[in-house]
């Protein structure tokens, strides 16, 4: 199916089962831990052996020698490999990093050696006793040191490296009121639950791995450049995974290393990476020092905008794409992004959710707030005086659609914006200082060519196939639920099987367009399956009606399962998407509203209430929504005020490499929720006129907590996270 001219009535529409608050139909295998997750997946005549990486003990140099005969004479151990067995290993597309060191050590923790052995607590034991001598080289390990000379990034990314509209500097220069400031954002890890883990097994020159990865197409394409095999020789088995936030996008150590060692020992090898691993040798959110620069008329209009940011990552990596919030989200004439990239020996910076606008908003929009403030505007009514209707880059490109202000009025008028003291330090309840602050949200609104298998048996069971993933999003259920509205019957009467690369082709779980693009594929399979069915009835399909397990043309009404009774209905179909995103800017939009109580003596900071409201299309299921949304949430506060991956500057290495020194958020922590969707559909984007919602979410909640902290005292912290040791000396008097 070509979907290439805006999406008009069809069978969605009906809204009978897509659009409901459905429970997630995989919900009681994961609340009786039956969902097979990758480190789950058991066969007993398979003679699994277990793998255990040995990470490098230095962030920069070579290996010089290796003692292994301590560690090959342990008790159970199979099969050591290394550099010097492992046979020549390239790389992916999209991730930079080598998943052994081969002689070269390129970051802390890189796999130097991985032990496998009859059970996990001998590889264990035997990867403690291999020896490393290595010649050290020096690093670099401090990205503020590179500030001044950090080039431009070079061009590749999912964001231009620099972009202009009009003269910025003279426009700045000339602006009545203007805000420069420097913002900073620390190295993030993703610190999903599930663990990196696989289980790789050979049958010959075929591969086969159960394992964690939320894009199989990628994966195959990555592993397959990896190992130097063709992609049409593996299989990847994902149907569960526990959290990824895009560090399981592709191809990671576990996978690489365990096909390796599975090659190597002849026989299948199980293999999770230890947490701190995870933290060292997997990709993270990679810090960011961002310079905003806001020019505006004395009533509040911007005429100059600049958006400066600078990250840090391995030789040929790419940069963070802090300034692609900045290009859409505001009118102004004269405009500048700017991305830098410097060149650092930690472990690999990459995608995490919301990459780009997630760190990019922590800068931006406080500096919205500031200039609000310079102004004395109302940040709600600063925002909505600057709305666009057309990209701001390119003036001719109309939003496909827009609904921010809405978001923005809704947003106050549900919160309560109108209480809110605009004075910092004059709200008091008891000990805390009270302050309200907001934010916008932004993400773009991605999709992709997406296929699917759906089959129908006698008994009116509907089959849906696509390799699409489950990262704990719903994706399931809206499969299943596309099906069920398309084929009219209950949700009962549709199975959803996901996550093996032998099925149907999407672009998976990542960048916000899972749920649009594999729903319209779904779609498009299901178009062909009533086509199909109608024909075995004597229909025409343009008349048939399809409801209640029925379908109906004229006066003559057939049980759906009656067109499969001489044998199962197969088919299977891609939907492509025509140049709609060449003719409309396609976003989607939002605002989040805290309130925030701050100690007066202590300055511990704790969030009262928050307030998401999201404009992002048709809204399949707006319990799943929600849990997204929400999740982000959660993630925001993290950002926000206690997630940080802590550099040791001198030996190059994450220190707080797991879940006891690394902080995020639990549930006293966090207080009830409130999400609101906007009623939009968007014609443009697919037969379902849906869009992606899971990282709008996110984009944005930092920066309105670290407003609402100004609100409450008065103390504005530009690095984040938003620690007490940064309040403290300019908190105001507790008297």
């Given at each position: 199916?070509?979907?290439?001219?805006?999406?008009?009535?069809?069978?969605?529409?009906?809204?009978?089962?897509v659009?409901?608050?459905?429970?997630?139909?995989e919900?009681?295998?994961?609340?009786?831990?039956?969902?097979?997750?990758?480190?789950?997946?058991?066969?007993?005549?398979?003679?699994?052996?277990?793998?255990?990486v040995?990470?490098?003990?230095?962030?920069?140099?070579?290996?010089?020698?290796m003692?292994?005969?301590?560690?090959?004479?342990?008790?159970?151990?199979?099969a050591?490999?290394t550099?010097?067995?492992?046979?020549?290993?390239?790389?992916?597309?999209?991730?930079?990093q080598?998943?052994?060191?081969?002689?070269e050590?390129?970051h802390?923790?890189q796999?130097?050696?991985?032990?496998?052995?009859?059970s996990?607590e001998?590889?264990?034991?035997?990867?403690?006793?291999?020896?490393?001598?290595?010649?050290?080289?020096?690093?670099?390990?401090?990205l503020?040191?590179?500030?001044?000379?950090?080039?431009?990034?070079?061009?590749?990314?999912?964001?231009?490296?620099?972009?202009?509209?009009?003269?910025?500097?003279?426009?700045?220069?000339?602006?009545?009121?203007?805000?420069e400031?420097?913002y900073t954002?620390?190295?993030?890890?993703?610190?999903?639950?599930?663990?990196h883990?696989?289980?790789?097994?050979?049958?010959?020159?075929?591969?086969?791995?159960?394992t964690?990865?939320?894009?199989?197409?990628?994966?195959?394409?990555?592993?397959?450049?990896?190992?130097?095999?063709?992609?049409d020789?593996?299989?990847?088995?994902?149907p569960?995974?526990?959290?990824?936030?895009?560090?399981?996008?592709?191809?990671?150590?576990?996978?690489?290393?365990?096909?390796?060692?599975?090659?190597?020992?002849?026989r299948p090898?199980?293999?999770?990476?230890?947490?701190?691993?995870?933290?060292?040798?997997t990709?993270?959110?990679?810090?960011?020092?961002?310079?905003?620069?806001?020019?505006a008329?004395?009533?509040?209009?911007?005429?100059?905008?600049?958006?400066?940011?600078?990250?840090?990552?391995l030789?040929g990596?790419?940069?963070?794409p802090?300034?692609?919030?900045?290009?859409?989200?505001?009118?102004?004439?004269?405009?500048?992004?700017?991305?830098?990239?410097?060149?650092?020996d930690?472990?690999?910076?990459?995608?995490?959710?919301?990459?780009?606008?997630?760190?990019?908003?922590?800068?931006?929009?406080?500096?919205?707030?500031?200039?609000?403030?310079?102004?004395?505007?109302?940040?709600?009514?600063?925002?909505?005086?600057?709305?666009?209707?057309?990209?701001?880059?390119?003036?001719?490109?109309?939003?496909?659609?827009?609904?921010?202000?809405?978001?923005?009025?809704?947003?106050?008028?549900?919160?309560?914006?109108?209480?809110?003291?605009?004075k910092?330090?004059?709200?008091?309840?008891?000990?805390?200082?009270?302050?309200?602050?907001m934010?916008?949200?932004?993400?773009?609104?991605?999709?992709a060519?997406?296929?699917?298998?759906?089959?129908?048996?006698?008994?009116?069971?509907?089959?849906?196939?696509?390799?699409?993933?489950?990262?704990?999003?719903?994706?399931?259920?809206?499969?299943?639920?596309?099906?069920a509205?398309?084929?009219?019957v209950?949700?009962?009467r549709?199975?959803?099987?996901?996550?093996?690369?032998?099925?149907?082709?999407?672009?998976?779980?990542?960048?916000?367009?899972?749920?649009?693009?594999?729903?319209?594929?779904v779609?498009?399979?299901?178009?062909k399956?009533?086509e199909?069915?109608?024909?075995?009835?004597?229909?025409?399909?343009a008349?048939?009606?399809?409801?209640?397990?029925?379908?109906?043309?004229?006066?003559?009404?057939?049980?759906?399962?009656?067109?499969?009774?001489?044998?199962d209905?197969?088919?299977?179909?891609?939907i492509?998407?025509?140049?709609?995103?060449?003719?409309?800017?396609?976003?989607?939009?939002?605002?989040?509203?805290?309130?925030?109580?701050?100690?007066?003596?202590?300055?511990?900071?704790?969030?009262?209430?928050?307030?998401?409201?999201?404009?992002?299309?048709?809204?399949?299921?707006?319990?799943?929504?929600?849990?997204?949304?929400?999740?982000?949430?959660?993630?925001?506060?993290?950002?926000?005020?206690?997630?940080?991956?802590?550099?040791?500057?001198?030996?190059?290495?994450?220190?707080?490499?797991?879940?006891a020194?690394?902080?995020?958020p639990?549930?006293?922590?966090?207080?009830?929720l409130?999400?609101?969707?906007?009623?939009?559909?968007?014609?443009?984007?697919s037969p379902?006129?849906?869009?992606g919602?899971?990282?709008?979410g996110?984009?944005g909640?930092?920066?309105?907590?670290?407003?609402?902290?100004?609100?409450?005292t008065?103390?504005?912290?530009?690095?984040?996270?938003?620690?007490?040791?940064?309040l403290?000396d300019?908190?105001?008097?507790?008297?």
């Amino acid at each position: 199916m070509k979907f290439d001219t805006p999406a008009g009535q069809n069978p969605i529409d009906q809204m009978k089962v897509v659009g409901q608050p459905l429970d997630r139909v995989e919900g009681p295998l994961k609340t009786t831990g039956t969902a097979p997750y990758a480190y789950d997946w058991h066969d007993p005549d398979a003679a699994l052996a277990y793998g255990v990486v040995v990470g490098a003990g230095i962030a920069k140099g070579r290996i010089a020698s290796m003692d292994l005969a301590a560690a090959k004479a342990a008790p159970g151990v199979v099969a050591i490999v290394t550099h010097e067995n492992a046979g020549p290993l390239g790389r992916g597309e999209f991730y930079v990093q080598r998943f052994l060191a081969a002689p070269e050590v390129e970051h802390y923790h890189q796999a130097v050696a991985v032990v496998v052995a009859e059970s996990f607590e001998q590889a264990r034991a035997a990867a403690a006793l291999v020896r490393v001598d290595y010649v050290r080289a020096d690093g670099r390990f401090d990205l503020a040191a590179q500030d001044g000379t950090a080039p431009v990034a070079p061009p590749g990314g999912v964001a231009p490296p620099e972009t202009r509209v009009g003269d910025f500097e003279k426009a700045f220069a000339a602006a009545p009121v203007t805000v420069e400031a420097t913002y900073t954002t620390p190295d993030q890890a993703h610190a999903m639950m599930e663990p990196h883990a696989t289980i790789a097994s050979w049958d010959g020159d075929r591969l086969t791995c159960h394992t964690a990865i939320q894009q199989m197409n990628w994966g195959l394409r990555d592993l397959a450049a990896t190992l130097g095999i063709p992609k049409d020789r593996i299989r990847l088995v994902s149907p569960y995974i526990g959290g990824g936030f895009g560090g399981k996008g592709t191809v990671q150590t576990d996978l690489a290393l365990a096909a390796v060692a599975a090659r190597l020992a002849k026989r299948p090898v199980k293999l999770a990476l230890q947490r701190p691993m995870m933290f060292n040798a997997t990709i993270h959110r990679p810090a960011t020092l961002q310079r905003i620069w806001i020019g505006a008329t004395r009533d509040g209009r911007i005429t100059a905008i600049g958006h400066d940011s600078l990250s840090g990552n391995l030789p040929g990596g790419r940069t963070e794409p802090a300034t692609l919030c900045t290009r859409p989200l505001y009118a102004g004439a004269d405009r500048m992004t700017r991305l830098r990239l410097a060149v650092l020996d930690l472990a690999e910076g990459n995608a995490m959710r919301a990459p780009g606008e997630a760190p990019g908003m922590m800068a931006l929009e406080v500096a919205m707030d500031e200039m609000a403030e310079k102004l004395g505007l109302n940040p709600v009514a600063f925002r909505v005086l600057n709305d666009t209707q057309v990209d701001p880059e390119r003036p001719n490109i109309p939003f496909s659609t827009r609904p921010f202000v809405e978001c923005l009025h809704t947003g106050a008028e549900r919160f309560g914006w109108d209480r809110r003291v605009a004075k910092p330090a004059s709200v008091r309840d008891g000990r805390w200082w009270v302050g309200m602050g907001m934010a916008s949200a932004v993400r773009a609104a991605k999709i992709a060519k997406s296929g699917a298998r759906v089959r129908l048996d006698g008994r009116g069971i509907v089959t849906v196939e696509t390799d699409m993933t489950d990262i704990g999003t719903g994706s399931y259920t809206i499969v299943a639920q596309t099906a069920a509205e398309m084929m009219g019957v209950g949700l009962d009467r549709v199975i959803a099987r996901l996550g093996d690369s032998d099925f149907p082709e999407t672009p998976g779980s990542g960048g916000q367009q899972g749920a649009a693009s594999v729903t319209a594929g779904v779609y498009a399979a299901c178009e062909k399956l009533r086509e199909a069915v109608a024909q075995r009835l004597g229909f025409n399909s343009a008349e048939a009606a399809f409801a209640d397990g029925m379908v109906r043309s004229g006066n003559r009404a057939v049980p759906l399962g009656q067109a499969a009774a001489q044998g199962d209905i197969v088919v299977e179909d891609t939907i492509a998407f025509g140049d709609f995103q060449k003719r409309f800017a396609q976003q989607t939009f939002g605002a989040h509203f805290v309130e925030v109580g701050v100690d007066a003596d202590t300055g511990e900071i704790r969030v009262r209430r928050m307030l998401a409201v999201c404009g992002a299309g048709r809204i399949l299921n707006p319990k799943a929504a929600r849990s997204q949304v929400i999740g982000g949430m959660t993630m925001g506060v993290g950002a926000a005020l206690m997630e940080e991956m802590a550099v040791d500057r001198r030996r190059g290495f994450f220190v707080n490499h797991d879940l006891a020194g690394y902080e995020v958020p639990v549930h006293a922590d966090i207080p009830h929720l409130d999400v609101h969707f906007i009623d939009e559909v968007d014609p443009t984007m697919s037969p379902l006129k849906a869009k992606g919602v899971g990282e709008l979410g996110l984009t944005g909640v930092a920066p309105a907590i670290a407003n609402a902290v100004y609100n409450a005292t008065g103390v504005r912290v530009r690095d984040y996270p938003i620690t007490l040791d940064k309040l403290l000396d300019g908190m105001p008097n507790a008297a």
